[in-house]
Every structure is written in structure tokens, then in C-alpha cells.
């Protein structure tokens, strides 16, 4: 039986809740984040959050929240690409907001981009406040997924629209022998040897695996209560974006 995601946690046998070992996860490689994201995708992930982030176009969101924004990757390519009004990014993680507002500020879109501490779990604003919702690979890091899923749908404007980008297990050969393998060995060797840190990589591939994907993925949206709930495949299964409505 597959192992619940939530509760898969980055440190085995530490007193942490999965929450605060996730922050001190980020915390400690915030540094070298982004430059492992490009290289172990070899970039693709630039290609996903543009395809999800197009999805929301015909809505033409003023207001959006990034949910685990991290480094502020998609808030900035939203503010480029969307061009609402504005955007709020929150994270657990103090380590990646830094680094994701100096981003902000280079970028010249700190009247637009506001990133801040919060939690997908108390999502510290009123109901019906934004238009859109992204997260991008944070769903399977939240300690309860169906309570951060329905304070989404709290702060969501009826009609608005969550879109999350995660990760997903491919299930044709070859590429789903070629992925595990690559995901089992490659990438904690990436984490130990160029992050510093072989727990933080070696979690990366056991919580895709536990991960609901697909269709369990859609039924806990429906559960939620979100609606017109859709699921698609990326990069031969590698990834998934799922959409929903409130």
C-alpha cells in the first residue's frame, strides 16, 4: 500500500511536524534552488508553469495568490505574462521569500509582487478575495492537502480559478523505468553532492510517489469543494496540471 503523503516527511525519526521540517528543508537550500531546478529538469519546467499559467488567461485575473511560492518563480512569470493588478506570494520557507524578493525587486515588480510568510493551512485573508489561485510542485509538501485545498477554495472568488502544477508518476514504458531511475539515484546524489543536503532530494522522490495523481487527485478537488475539475499530463507524464473552479 502506498504510503500517505502526508507522511512522508524529509527527516525520518525527527520531533518536527512535517510543516516545520519542510521550512527548515527550504531554509537550508534556498541558495541553490533555482539553479537545480533548471538542471535537473534541463530547463522543461520553464515550459510547465507557462502552459499552466495559460490556462488562466481567458479569466484575466486582477488579483492572484501563489500558494508556496518559494523563489516567486510563477508570481513574476504571471506578472509578465497575466499582467493583473496584483500578486500575492506566500511560503513557509524565510529562506526562499528572501531570495525570491530580491528577484521581485530586480525584476522591477515590487509594486505589483508582495511576498510574504503564510500557510496554505490559515491562509491569513478574508473569503472571496483573488480571482486565481496558482501552486506550483507545493501540494504534496502541505501537512493536511485537504485542508490546504479547501482554504484555497475559501479565499477563492466564485467563478476564480485554482491552478496547481505537480509532479507525477509516468506509467509508460520506458520513460517510467527511465524517470524512477533517474529520481531514485540521480537526484539524491544532485541533492548530496551539489545541494549539501541528500535528505532534501531523497524526499523529493518518495512524496511524488505518494502523491494522489490523476483521477484521486481530482476527486479530492471535487471533495473540497471545487468544480469542473480537470487533469493534464505534461512531458509524458512526468508532470500534471490540474484546474479547478470555485
Partial sequence: MAKDVQKVVPFEGSKLSKKEQIAHMFDDIAGRYDFLNRFMSLGIDVGWRKKALKLLEPLQPKVMLDVATGTGDVAIMAAYRLRPEKIIGIDIS??????????????????????????????????????????????????????????????????????????????????????????????????????????????????????????????????????AVTCKTLSFGICSIYSATR
Fill in 94 to 227: 524565510e529562506g526562499m521569500l528572501a531570495l525570491g524578493r530580491e528577484k521581485v525587486a530586480k525584476a522591477g515588480l515590487s509594486d505589483k509582487i508582495t511576498l510574504q510568510a503564510g500557510d496554505s493551512e490559515t491562509i491569513s485573508f478574508p473569503d472571496e478575495t483573488f480571482d486565481a489561485i496558482t501552486v506550483a510542485f507545493g501540494v504534496r509538501n502541505f501537512e493536511h492537502l485537504e485542508k490546504g485545498l479547501s482554504e484555497m477554495r475559501r479565499v477563492l472568488k466564485p467563478g476564480g480559478k485554482a491552478v496547481i502544477l505537480e509532479f507525477s508518476n509516468p506509467v509508460k514504458t520506458p520513460v517510467k523505468q527511465l524517470y524512477n531511475f533517474y529520481f531514485r539515484y540521480i537526484t539524491p546524489w544532485i541533492g548530496k553532492w551539489i545541494a549539501k543536503n541528500k535528505a532534501a532530494y531523497s524526499y523529493l522522490p518518495d512524496s511524488v510517489k505518494a502523491f494522489p495523481q490523476g483521477q484521486a487527485m481530482c476527486d479530492i478537488l471535487h471533495k473540497t469543494g471545487f468544480q
